[in-house]
């Protein structure tokens, strides 16, 4: 476990909820990722984001899922690509990510409380 913090910490960080709408390869990626765009909704928009999700995704599947992101964090330069939130997810037993995502659906730009 890591040092505890106070709920007013975790309240700045803004997760929210958005649909992959488009996904293509990034093959300048120094390690496989693909490069993604997610709707989160009117307040915040489209976002591009790059995700190292080649393992258990392919560019086909990842269309239209529902995913957790970041989208309070300064935009992060990636070789050619600017990534503008982090995608959340989890490492699996191979260290392979796993995206973080709601069970149900949700519109899209919500905030997770």
């Given at each position: 476990?890591?040092?505890?913090?106070?709920?007013?910490?975790?309240?700045?960080?803004?997760?929210?909820?958005?649909?992959?709408?488009?996904?293509?390869?990034?093959?300048?990626?120094?390690?496989?990722?693909?490069?993604?765009?997610?709707?989160?909704?009117?307040?915040?928009?489209?976002?591009?984001?790059?995700?190292q999700?080649?393992?258990?995704?392919?560019?086909?599947?990842?269309?239209?899922?529902?995913?957790?992101?970041?989208?309070?964090?300064?935009?992060?330069?990636?070789?050619?690509?600017?990534?503008?939130?982090?995608?959340?997810?989890?490492?699996?037993?191979?260290?392979?990510?796993?995206?973080?995502?709601?069970?149900?659906?949700?519109?899209?730009?919500?905030?997770?409380l």
């Amino acid at each position: 476990m890591t040092e505890t913090i106070a709920y007013a910490d975790f309240e700045r960080v803004d997760i929210r909820a958005g649909t992959i709408v488009e996904a293509s390869p990034f093959p300048e990626a120094r390690k496989p990722a693909f490069k993604i765009v997610i709707d989160f909704g009117s307040e915040i928009g489209l976002k591009k984001s790059s995700a190292q999700i080649t393992v258990h995704y392919t560019l086909e599947s990842l269309v239209g899922r529902q995913v957790l992101g970041v989208v309070n964090f300064p935009p992060r330069q990636i070789g050619p690509f600017r990534s503008e939130v982090l995608t959340l997810g989890f490492e699996d037993e191979n260290g392979d990510i796993v995206l973080a995502a709601v069970d149900k659906p949700v519109p899209n730009g919500k905030k997770m409380l």
